[in-house]
C-alpha cells in the first residue's frame, strides 16, 4: 500500500511523550518494566495522535476484511454503473461487500483515497483509473485489476475491450455505405481507450482509401457538451461531414440534441454511429447505430480476476494478463446508404 | 453499531484455545504470568478466527478514519448519483473521503453492509434506506442522516423533500388547465416518499371536486418498465385519461417510450408530469413539465448536517432534527389548456 508522509511513527509517539522508542514499544507490547504514569503517559499520547501501532495496523491489514473496492472517475455515467453493476453481482454472490468510490477524474483524488483508512483495508480493487504513468499503479501492493484503461508496465491484470476495433468496424461501416466526409468527435487521449478509437478511424480511412481530413476531428472532452458544440461546428461548416463518428456515449448525446436543435434529420441529412449505447441512441427514431461494447460483463470479468488474486495467493504477480473483451456494431437507421 | 451473531468474541477464542477467559484476556493485553507455549497458542487462535480483541476494536473504532458512507438501493437512477455528487462535494472540502454502497433495494444486503468492516469503521453514515421500519435504523449508533425516505422513531437525522406538495402542485396544475380525466402512475408506497406523492395528487383532485377514479390510479413498481405499460394500458382502455402524472424519473421515462410507440403527441393527446427531471422529459419536444427537487442540494445538506454531528458530539441525539427542501413546478409545454 501507499505509505504517506501523514502516517504517524512510533517516534512521533515517543518524542511527543518525551519518552524513548523502546518505552513507548513496551507499553504498545503490554510488556511490564514501565511505570502506571508513564503508560498512561504513552496511551494518552497513542490516542492523540490517533497513531495505530504497527503491530495492530498488521494485524488489521491480514484481515480479510471482504470488502472490494471499486474506484471510478465518476457515477453519473452509466458506463461505470454498469461495470459496477457486474463487480457487485459477482462479488456478493462470493461474500464480498463492495464499496464505489469516484476520484473525480482527479489524480490527487485518487491517491487520497488509496492512502486513506479505506484504501488501506480493501482486500482489492477494482480501479478505472484517471493517473496516467505506471509509478502511481506501481505502488498499489493489493491485488487490483484496471478496468478499461489500461497502463503498461502498471504491474497489474487488465480487463479492456477492444476499442480499437470497434472503432475500426464503425468507421468502415460509413465507407461501406459510400461515405467518404467522415468526422470523428472525441476527447483527450490521455488512455488507450480514447487513443486506440481515433486510431482505429484513422486505419479505416486510410485502408478504404480515403485520407482523413483535420478538420473533421472535432477534439474536445469525453462529455456531452464537447459532443453538442462539436456538432453544431461540424454541420455549420462550409462543407459539412456527411457522417458523424462520436466516440463516446456522452458524445453521441450530445450530437444527437445538436441534430434536434438545428432540425436535421439522423439517418437522413447527417449519419451518426456512436460508441456505447446510450438512452438517447435508443430513444430516438430511427435509432442510433452504435458499437456496443459488453459494460457489465466487464464488471463481472474484473471481480472474478479480483477474487481469484486474493484467494489464490499463489498467482504470479509477475505476468499480470490481460483480458480483451469483443465489441459488436449494432447497425440500426442512422446511417444513410450514399451510393 | 449491529453486533452480530457472527462476531467472534473472546469466550470463542478461550474455547477453541482451549484455556480460560482471563487468559485470553492476558495474552491479549500483553500481561505476564503467561507461558509462552500458552501465549503463541492463544495467538494463532485470535489469527485463525480472525479475532479483533475488544480493546483494538475499540480503539479502532474511536479512531477517525474520516471516511462517509453513503448507502443508496442502487446507483443507475441519476437521483442518487446527484444526491451522492453533492455528498461527496462537502466531504471533499471537509477533509473526509466518501464512500458509496449499493444494497440493491435489499433488507439483508443492507445489514450486511451495516456488519461489515466497513459498516463498523465509517465515521458516519447518510443512508437512502430499505427497511421499512424503524428498529433497524435503531441499531446505527454512529451519526447517521437519513435521505428522502425518512422512518419516524429512527433516532436520526433526515434530509426530505416535500413530496407531498410537489404532487398536490402538478395535480393542481392538471385542474387548472381543464384536465379532469388525470391518471397517477407510481410504485409501491413502502416510504413516505411515495405514499406523500399519491396523498398530494388525491388532496388536489378533492378539493378541485374531482372524484379520483380508481382505475387511473396505476401502481406497478418504481421502475422505467412499470412506467411504460401502465401508460400502454391507460392509453389502450375505453376512456382514456387526459393526463397522467408519472411519480418519478423512471416511470416518466417509460411513459414518454410508451407515449412515443402510440403514435401519440406529448402536450396534444396526452398531457404529461413527471416527478424530477430526467434526460428524456428534457430532450422530447415539447419538454416535458417537472416536479424539479433540488437532488445535489439533499447530498450538501446531508453531508453538512452529518459531518457537524460527527465533529460536534454534544449535539442533541435524542432530538433529531428533519430538514425539508422545497419543490418547484417547472412548466414547460406538456400539458394542454383544455378550458
Given at each position: 500500500?501507499?505509505?504517506?508522509?501523514?502516517?504517524?511513527?512510533?517516534?512521533?509517539?515517543?518524542?511527543?511523550?518525551?519518552?524513548?522508542?523502546?518505552?513507548?514499544?513496551?507499553v504498545?507490547?503490554?510488556?511490564?518494566?514501565?511505570?502506571?504514569?508513564?503508560?498512561?503517559?504513552?496511551?494518552?499520547?497513542?490516542?492523540e495522535?490517533?497513531?495505530?501501532?504497527?503491530?495492530?495496523?498488521?494485524?488489521?491489514?491480514?484481515?480479510?476484511?471482504?470488502?472490494?473496492?471499486?474506484?471510478?472517475?465518476?457515477?453519473?455515467?452509466?458506463?461505470?454503473?454498469?461495470?459496477?453493476?457486474?463487480?457487485?453481482?459477482?462479488?456478493?454472490?462470493?461474500?464480498?461487500?463492495?464499496?464505489?468510490?469516484?476520484?473525480?477524474?482527479?489524480?490527487?483524488?485518487?491517491?487520497?483515497?488509496?492512502?486513506?483508512?479505506?484504501?488501506?483495508?480493501?482486500?482489492?480493487?477494482?480501479?478505472?483509473?484517471?493517473?496516467?504513468?505506471?509509478?502511481?499503479?506501481?505502488?498499489?501492493?493489493?491485488?487490483?485489476?484496471?478496468?478499461?484503461?489500461?497502463?503498461?508496465?502498471?504491474?497489474?491484470?487488465?480487463?479492456?475491450?477492444?476499442?480499437?476495433?470497434?472503432?475500426?468496424?464503425?468507421?468502415?461501416?460509413?465507407?461501406?455505405?459510400?461515405?467518404?466526409?467522415?468526422?470523428?468527435?472525441?476527447?483527450?487521449?490521455?488512455?488507450?481507450?480514447?487513443?486506440?478509437?481515433?486510431?482505429?478511424?484513422?486505419?479505416?480511412?486510410?485502408?478504404?482509401?480515403?485520407?482523413?481530413?483535420?478538420?473533421?476531428?472535432?477534439?474536445?472532452?469525453?462529455?456531452?457538451?464537447?459532443?453538442?458544440?462539436?456538432?453544431?461546428?461540424?454541420?455549420?461548416?462550409?462543407?459539412?461531414?456527411?457522417?458523424?463518428?462520436a466516440?463516446?456515449?456522452?458524445?453521441?448525446?450530445?450530437?444527437?440534441?445538436?441534430?434536434?436543435?438545428?432540425?436535421?434529420?439522423?439517418?437522413?441529412?447527417?449519419?451518426?454511429?456512436?460508441?456505447?449505447?446510450n438512452?438517447?441512441?435508443?430513444?430516438?427514431?430511427?435509432?442510433v447505430?452504435?458499437?456496443?461494447?459488453?459494460?457489465?460483463?466487464?464488471?463481472t470479468?474484473?471481480?472474478?480476476?479480483?477474487?481469484?488474486?486474493?484467494?489464490?495467493?499463489?498467482?504470479?504477480?509477475?505476468?499480470?494478463?490481460?483480458?480483451?473483451?469483443?465489441?459488436?456494431?449494432m447497425?440500426?437507421?442512422?446511417?444513410?446508404?450514399?451510393?
Amino acid at each position: 500500500m501507499v505509505v504517506t508522509k501523514r502516517d504517524i511513527t512510533i517516534k512521533d509517539v515517543a518524542k511527543t511523550a518525551n519518552v524513548s522508542v523502546a518505552t513507548v514499544s513496551r507499553v504498545i507490547n503490554g510488556l511490564d518494566r514501565v511505570s502506571e504514569a508513564t503508560r498512561k503517559k504513552v496511551l494518552k499520547v497513542i490516542d492523540e495522535l490517533n497513531f495505530v501501532p504497527n503491530t495492530i495496523a498488521a494485524s488489521m491489514v491480514n484481515k480479510k476484511t471482504n470488502m472490494l473496492a471499486v474506484v471510478v472517475p465518476e457515477i453519473q455515467n452509466p458506463f461505470y454503473t454498469a461495470v459496477i453493476g457486474g463487480t457487485v453481482e459477482v462479488a456478493k454472490k462470493a461474500g464480498f461487500v463492495t464499496l464505489v468510490v469516484s476520484t473525480n477524474g482527479d489524480e490527487a483524488e485518487e491517491s487520497t483515497y488509496f492512502e486513506s483508512f479505506l484504501g488501506k483495508n480493501a482486500d482489492g480493487f477494482i480501479l478505472i483509473g484517471t493517473h496516467k504513468t505506471a509509478d502511481f499503479y506501481q505502488t498499489i501492493r493489493k491485488p487490483t485489476i484496471l478496468v478499461d484503461r489500461y497502463i503498461d508496465n502498471s504491474g497489474h491484470d487488465g480487463v479492456m475491450i477492444d476499442n480499437y476495433r470497434g472503432a475500426y468496424e464503425a468507421t468502415k461501416h460509413f465507407l461501406e455505405y459510400g461515405h467518404t466526409r467522415i468526422a470523428i468527435i472525441d476527447g483527450k487521449h490521455d488512455f488507450n481507450d480514447g487513443k486506440d478509437r481515433y486510431w482505429g478511424y484513422q486505419r479505416a480511412m486510410v485502408e478504404g482509401g480515403v485520407s482523413p481530413d483535420p478538420k473533421y476531428h472535432k477534439q474536445g472532452s469525453w462529455l456531452e457538451d464537447s459532443g453538442y458544440q462539436s456538432t453544431l461546428e461540424l454541420m455549420q461548416a462550409e462543407v459539412p461531414p456527411t457522417a458523424i463518428f462520436a466516440a463516446n456515449n456522452l458524445i453521441c448525446q450530445g450530437a444527437i440534441k445538436a441534430i434536434r436543435d438545428l432540425n436535421l434529420e439522423i439517418g437522413e441529412d447527417i449519419s451518426l454511429i456512436g460508441f456505447d449505447e446510450n438512452e438517447l441512441a435508443e430513444f430516438v427514431k430511427p435509432k442510433v447505430t452504435v458499437v456496443r461494447r459488453p459494460t457489465r460483463e466487464m464488471g463481472t470479468q474484473a471481480a472474478e480476476m479480483l477474487i481469484k488474486r486474493i484467494k489464490d495467493k499463489s498467482t504470479d504477480e509477475t505476468n499480470p494478463k490481460k483480458v480483451i473483451l469483443d465489441v459488436e456494431l449494432m447497425k440500426y437507421g442512422s446511417v444513410k446508404k450514399m451510393n
